[in-house]
């Protein structure tokens, strides 16, 4: 009986030592992502610049009201899994965002935006994710993630 056991840990151990590497390089892992912050409101009817009109007509698809869309910031940044990349927001809070996983081109990403629950998005093929970022003169702050166009 003890053979067999010897067996099964000598492979367990094998298989362990394959992955090592790979478990490692995962935890290197980054992915770039274009974040875009948009402050939403109901004052006016401005949309700027133009390209957020798409956002616009999204949000009332789902039955959100805002009349009014403004881009406050647009920038691409690295998220790998060791540390979290911080947002500066216009309201004076910073968003992190760090990266969980990869997974057949979707990665996961933890966001976490103060005074709010920390949540988890797939980002890859759907196009851009939304995630409300707190409130601002007014407004809403909302964080617009999208992949990079290659």
């Given at each position: 009986?003890?053979?067999?056991?010897?067996?099964?840990?000598?492979?367990?151990?094998?298989?362990?030592?394959?992955?090592?590497?790979?478990?490692?390089?995962?935890?290197?892992?980054?992915?770039?992502?274009?974040?875009?912050?948009?402050?939403?409101?109901?004052?006016?009817?401005?949309?700027?610049?133009?390209?957020?009109?798409?956002?616009?007509?999204?949000?009332?698809?789902?039955?959100?009201?805002?009349?009014?869309?403004?881009?406050?910031?647009?920038?691409?940044?690295?998220?790998?899994?060791?540390?979290?990349?911080?947002v500066k927001l216009p309201n004076g809070t910073n968003?992190?965002?760090q990266l969980l996983g990869m997974k057949e081109g979707i990665a996961t990403l933890r966001v976490?935006?103060?005074?709010?629950?920390?949540?988890?998005?797939?980002?890859?093929?759907?196009?851009?994710?939304?995630?409300?970022?707190?409130?601002?003169?007014?407004?809403?702050?909302?964080?617009?993630?999208?992949?990079?166009?290659?």
């Amino acid at each position: 009986m003890t053979k067999p056991v010897w067996a099964v840990l000598g492979v367990v151990l094998a298989v362990g030592l394959a992955m090592g590497p790979a478990v490692a390089f995962a935890q290197d892992a980054k992915v770039k992502v274009q974040v875009e912050v948009v402050l939403a409101s109901n004052k006016g009817t401005a949309v700027e610049p133009p390209e957020l009109n798409k956002m616009k007509e999204a949000f009332q698809k789902q039955n959100f009201s805002f009349t009014s869309f403004k881009r406050m910031s647009l920038d691409v940044v690295e998220v790998g899994a060791q540390s979290p990349t911080e947002v500066k927001l216009p309201n004076g809070t910073n968003a992190s965002l760090q990266l969980l996983g990869m997974k057949e081109g979707i990665a996961t990403l933890r966001v976490i935006i103060p005074s709010q629950s920390s949540v988890e998005v797939e980002l890859g093929r759907q196009g851009a994710v939304y995630q409300k970022a707190g409130k601002h003169v007014g407004g809403d702050l909302i964080l617009v993630l999208v992949p990079p166009s290659k």
